[in-house]
Structures are given as C-alpha cells and as structure tokens.
C-alpha cells in the first residue's frame, strides 16, 4: 500500500511539474473574479464557498505531507517531495490573495492605520507570484510558511462569511481570529519552542495570542464586505424620498439653529442585517455615537441618516463622522468644517458625492452607476 501510494504522489508531482508552466495565469484569473465578485457580490457566494474550502483542505494538504514525510523518514525511508503540497497551496493562496484583495483595496480607509493591513496583502499577494522567494520560504522558514497560510485563511474568512451565511462584520471578524489561530497551530509547531506537555501548551498560547492581537487590532482591519456608496452632509431631509435637501454654511449660529443631517449610503451582502454607527467628532475627540440598522441588498447602498441638533458651544473647528461597525471597524467619514467666517465654513449643499478611497482613484468609480 505505501509503495502504491508513494508512486501515485510521484505520478502527481510529476503532473504538477508538467502544468507549472501555465500557473501564471492563476493570480490574474484569481483577481478578475475578485473585482467581478466585488461587483456581483449578490451573486458569487459560491466561489467564495469553493475558496474557503479550499484553504482548508490545502492546510490538510500541507500537515498530511508533514507528518507523512515523518513517518517515512522514522521507518528509514526517504522523505516523499512536497513540491505537490506546495504547489496546491500556492494556488489556492494566490486565488484567495487576489480573490479577496479588490474587497479590501476598494472598502480601506487609507487616512487610517487600515492602509497598513492592506498594504500587507498587497505583499503577501506579490510574494506568493514570485516563486524563487515563495518556495524559498516553504523549503527554508516552515514556520512563516505556514503563518503566511493562516493570514491566507483570515482573509478568506472575512470577506466570506458575510456573504455565505449572512454573519455580521463583528462575527466575521470573531470567526477569523479563531480560524488564524487555528491553522497558525503548525506555524508554531515549527518554532519548536519546547517539547513535552510545556511545549504543547506554549504553542496553543501563542497561537490563541495571535487570535487575540488580531481582535485588538480590529480597528486596522477594513470590513470587507461594507462601504460606502454615497454621502451628503445637509440641513433638511426629505425622509419619503430618502434623500438631502437644502444648503448651508457651517457657522456655529447656523448649526445652533437648524442642526445638520448626515445621509450615508451603505452597500452591505444581500440578506446581511448590521448596526452600525455615525461618530460625531470635533478636533478628533468623541461627542456623538448614533446608532443605525441597516439591512444589505441595495446595489444602491441602504439609505441611512443621522440629524444631530446639540452642537456644544465653542464648536469652530474641524468635524468628522466617522461610520464605524459595532467593533469599531471604519467604513468611511465624513468631514466639514465649522467657522465664524462663512468663507472657511463647510457649505452643505445636499451634494450626493463619493468618498474618494485611494486618493484620485476608487473601484467602484469604474463602473457607472455605482
């Protein structure tokens, strides 16, 4: 039986070796269907099914191997190659990677530390192309090989679970810590910290602290599935229609007598159903947390507004409504600023605009309508 098995991984290694030459055709495929599911994101919760699944069963893959090639080397048999294993990890991280990545691109915040995560994929997906330092990392540095597989796995979490089984970004986010520490247990493993029950203890420690740093650094983490669509500051608002009406300069006697409408709309998954709120901040300290429901399925973006009528007294000076997720994950912010002078003073005019993302450029600018 171990013979037999052992050609048919040679047969497949040598399959593997056959159709490498066309693997670069992988990531661009993996990052059309991400800006087509971004698009369609009612309409492709299968794919990101198949991805999650995936991941799974590559992280299968690459432990079955491991301990396989233990078991061999123990009986004095020679280890078995783990070109297979790496080669179907590679893949499906590149899948994943560029699947996932235009969510991210398009829903950072990139005035906030959210630039940073992103930015970390941006690498992760560009290592994962380069082959000579991708197998250098899987053959030399076991440990990071496998982290980089359960940073794969976070990744694929949040942006799926919203979309497969409805969960809000917070539960999304919970789901991910605890699948990266999960399939960070082998990248542990390999540090090889300590042996014996103290050892066993100290990787499971290690690996939930990583579950939980991820959970503290929730704020840096931009909520995949979730942005803005369009944003209007005004001091009417026409509630039948949804929509803002009227103009303004933004002077403190202004405010004081007619308050200000922020109107937000957010496109979330179909059937996802979220609280989110409206932060109010004056010269970046906290003075107004509204709350809002909103319900996913518009490809406009759920129409939703917040009217704030106490204005604290001295309040010149420069405003921003953040719209955060319950865990404190931004969405978008709106700013303006409020003056004596009517010349430096924020005009709201009711304009629907859309928030910008990368400066000068945004995704969902790429297709009218959106």
Not at 202 to 219: F, K, P, T
Request: hydrophobic share 45%.
């Amino acid at each position: 039986m171990s013979s037999t098995l052992t050609a048919l991984y040679l047969r497949l290694t040598g399959l593997v070796e056959r159709t490498k030459r066309w693997h670069w055709l992988w990531p661009p495929i993996g990052f059309a269907a991400g800006i087509c599911s971004f698009f369609l994101v009612n309409r492709q919760q299968w794919l990101g099914g198949m991805l999650a699944l995936g991941m799974m069963l590559a992280w299968l893959i690459l432990i079955a191997e491991g301990l396989w090639s233990r078991l061999r080397r123990h009986r004095g048999q020679n280890a078995l190659p783990r070109k297979l294993a790496t080669f179907v990890a590679q893949l499906i991280q590149q899948e994943t990677l560029c699947f996932t990545l235009p969510f991210f691109l398009a829903t950072t915040d990139w005035a906030s530390g959210q630039a940073g995560f992103t930015l970390l994929l941006c690498g992760a997906t560009l290592l994962s192309i380069l082959d000579p330092f991708y197998y250098r990392l899987a053959e030399r540095h076991r440990w990071l090989y496998f982290g980089f597989h359960a940073l794969c796995v976070f990744v694929v979490v949040l942006v799926t679970l919203p979309l497969l089984l409805e969960l809000t970004t917070g539960e999304s986010l919970l789901a991910a810590c605890a699948a990266m520490s999960l399939f960070a247990l082998p990248s542990v493993a390999n540090l090889r910290i300590a042996r014996g029950v103290v050892g066993g203890l100290a990787m499971i420690g290690i690996s939930v602290m990583l579950g939980v740093g991820a959970w503290g650094a929730r704020a840096w983490i931009p909520p995949a599935t979730l942005w803005i669509n369009a944003s209007s500051l005004s001091p009417d608002f026409d509630t039948a229609a949804r929509a803002p009406r009227g103009e303004m300069q933004l002077t403190p006697t202004q405010l004081s007598a007619r308050g200000l409408y922020a109107f937000t709309a957010i496109r979330a998954p179909r059937g996802l159903s979220e609280k989110v709120y409206h932060v109010w901040r004056h010269d970046g300290e906290v003075v107004d947390r509204i709350a809002l429901n909103i319900n996913g399925g518009r490809s406009e973006g759920y129409r939703a507004w917040t009217h704030k009528t106490a204005f604290p007294q001295g309040s010149e000076g420069e405003w921003r409504i953040d719209v955060e997720t319950m865990n404190g994950q931004r969405i978008g912010s709106l700013r303006f600023v409020v003056s004596d002078d009517p010349q430096q003073a924020t005009l709201a005019d009711s304009t629907i605009s859309q928030p910008p993302g990368i400066p000068g450029w945004r995704i969902t600018n790429l297709i009218p309508g959106l």
